[in-house]
């Protein structure tokens, strides 16, 4: 299973950047995905998740600004971001939790992507 980031860059304080992230792989289900950073010098944080049903939540430091969706097929996630500041320059990982078919049958992992950087200039 790949999870493929795209949509990072470098942005003005206030400004808008829209994530996006797609599942792939021999998958036979999407659960929970979410967006997740890390600014350097500090731990992974939590962004904002979406499980299958589409119930979202957020980080205090993000609510009213992001939206977390999903897209129809329900294996592509996208965060929204506006009124950027310079406190959400970080590498944002997309993570998923598939159910995956495996020579031992159907088993539920975790994966992350890559990272796409984010960086908001003030």
């Known amino acids: 299973v790949q999870l493929v980031e795209s949509g990072g860059g470098l942005v003005q304080a206030g400004g808008s950047l829209r994530l996006s992230c797609a599942a792939s792989?021999?998958?036979?289900?999407?659960?929970?995905m979410g967006w997740y950073r890390q600014a350097p010098g500090t731990q992974r944080e939590l962004v904002a998740t979406?499980?299958?049903?589409?119930?979202?939540n957020y980080s205090d430091s993000v609510k009213g600004r992001f939206t977390i969706s999903r897209g129809n097929a329900k294996n592509t996630v996208y965060l929204q971001m506006n009124s950027l500041n310079a406190e959400d320059t970080a590498v944002y990982y997309c993570?998923?939790?598939?159910?995956?078919?495996?020579?031992?049958?159907?088993?539920?992992?975790?994966?992350w992507g890559q990272g796409t950087q984010v960086t908001v200039s003030s």
């Open positions: 792989g021999s998958i036979i289900s999407v659960n929970t």
């Open positions: 993570n998923a939790g598939v159910r995956v078919l495996s020579p031992f049958g159907p088993r539920q992992a975790d994966y």
């Open positions: 979406i499980t299958g049903s589409d119930s979202t």
